[in-house]
């Protein structure tokens, strides 16, 4: 019945219902895979989109404006924002009233930080979730945006359906710096604040580094897309190439394989999450910090600590 | 009798035995958690110090130096580092190529660098189990370089006894875009590159941050070490200041605990990789793979697989 309730409410995008599903994810709450389990057969129709890149690209700024693009055409936006920016720097908060104030208070929106502190490993699990409770909420679009430093964040932009990679002018060594795991992922560049001087070459350099990947005549080639996100100029070109993008999928029958993929990787984050609570019960932790001192004066290596863990767990799981 | 040979070459400091223990690491070989005992109760002398930062700080340069000035005391110094930087930027086989000129040829020095593509996960296990073997092989002072981008990288540089975070002037909307990460498992910083200006801004700013942190009166206070070092300047006040991080922990009972809490994390690890080595063998894979679609096509949740693949994963453990 009070599932019943629940449902209903989530599926008529009832707000304070979402909020209140995606806050059961993030704290981790028992309930939580058996709402996923509730939820999940109203899901899949949401088209997912990915947005990362180095800090201060922009990646806000395009999110709002893709947000309003999309609101002119009628789609329900919800937008997952993921910053493991320090609490000490404030960037984040700022950003957060700056969009509050442009998109936050139209109903077809969404916005959903998700805090990182502390959640490390868990996280990809916890945004995919909720972009499940968006989906079944009737969202039509749903953004990912996560900074593109550290592997959780990147899993979460990896999650979605298109994945666009935002780069500045400027980052010439930050594209040097960058981890290969950001060109990888990319299914398209935007270069934003392309007003700047070394707009060109950035492109340039950018079209190098993608030659040298292999590809064929049947791969898809990453496109690298102008915009200036704080001037609305591109926006329209970026949501073009995510329909591109779209319709290359469907065409070469890489839709679903490509979800398939996805799922793939999220079935196996949740097996192991809940391996790993298993695991690092109490008592199994006592148990090692009991043993702890032996290994660090030498007399039990860690490996040995580890198989005697290991036969404990045995023993437990299928008690 | 192949063990115990192994092992006195090893102990020796044999560089061809050394190098040929850590590939046998690098390869996530079966053999190497056996080699991960046998060796072990010969370890625990070698300090291990941990340097990270971001891209471009000189962690590369800063790690040689204290090299040269560790071998000026004639100690034998390992180095392990481990660069995520893309294959396609050429910016770590450089750095190997002015390093190798620089320190390669000391046999009092032993380098290697870790591949992290592909790693990802086991990659801070592998780091601190090549340091073992280095450390049974006689080094006295085993050094992590590591770039402070990802939480693999930031578990290898908290790895060591004590951890160093290598900033510049510059980097003041690094030290913002920064994970909070690398302001907590900072012992002390180095202000390298301290000729250039904002120097005296930097150290400001940095102090105004570890001001923020909870602290008390007998709390280590990281300090901040002002360094030029390709000019060769402040090496020596860093290796002071890890002495008295070293001084520090030995006089306040905090050397053994911090060990302990290492490889508190350590035990986890290795004992998380064997788990899931075992959780995902083959056979489980392609039961996974085979009930994919099902999930993609919304009949079946990710969660109901999980389940299911918890039930035959109990079932398959405890034959």
Known sequence: MLENKFLEKLKDGDRRYTARAISVIETGDSNSASMMKIIYPYTGSAYRIGITGPPGAGKSTITNQLTKFYRSQ???????AVDPTSPFTGGALLGDRVRMADIGYDEG?????MATRGSLGGLSKKAVDAADVLDAAGFDIILFETV???QSEL??????DTTIVVLVPESGDSVQAMKAGLMEIADFFVLNKSDRPGSDQAVVALNTILMMRPHDMHSWMPNIIRSIASENKGIEDIAK???RHFQYLKDN???LKRREEKTKFRVKEIVEERLRAKLWNTENVLSMEASLQQVVLGSLSPYQLADELIISFKNHITQ
């Open 148 to 150: 593109g430093v550290g």
């Open 109 to 113: 929106v969404f916005i959903r930080s």
């Open 241 to 243: 190439e995510i329909e």
């Open 74 to 80: 009628n789609k329900r936006v919800g937008i997952i």
């Open 253 to 255: 029958d890489k839709f």
């Open 155 to 160: 899993d979460i932009a990896k999650a979605a």
